[in-house]
């Protein structure tokens, strides 16, 4: 298993941006597929994005254009920068790995970070 901590929430008004960083613990990150999931209060948490080892990425369409993950393997870190932010997308955001490396499906996302929350002012 792989540890996983957030970092990079805030506060931030509508339309302005927020970087997310997910650094891992664990000598085999390469090899996972890593992801970002959200949980707003009184909401199921949902997928909002993920790459896999190779880098193919993966979008929620709701973030689709806005968002954008990426991965920095020598520093074992998983980024998400979130642009254009609206009041829908304020929740606790996690992030998550997947030792298949695939990131297709988010029933294969064992290992979770302690959340980061973002915050939108309208």
């Known amino acids: 298993q792989v540890q996983l901590g957030e970092s990079g929430g805030g506060l931030v008004q509508a339309g302005g941006s927020l970087r997310l960083s997910c650094a891992a613990a664990?000598?085999?990150?390469?090899?996972?597929?890593m992801g970002w999931f959200r949980q707003a209060p009184g909401k199921e948490r949902e997928f909002v994005a993920a790459?896999?080892?190779?880098?193919?990425?993966y979008y929620a369409d709701s973030v689709k254009g806005r968002f954008t993950i990426a991965r920095d393997n020598a520093k074992s870190t998983v980024y998400l920068q979130m642009n254009s932010l609206k009041p829908e997308d304020m929740a606790v955001y996690y992030c998550?790995?997947?030792?298949?490396?695939?990131?297709?499906?988010?029933?294969?996302?064992?290992?979770w970070g302690q959340g980061t929350q973002v915050t939108v002012s309208s």
């Open positions: 998550a790995a997947d030792p298949t490396g695939y990131g297709l499906g988010t029933s294969n996302f064992g290992s």
């Open positions: 664990g000598r085999t990150f390469r090899n996972y597929a």
């Open positions: 790459i896999s080892w190779s880098g193919n990425s």
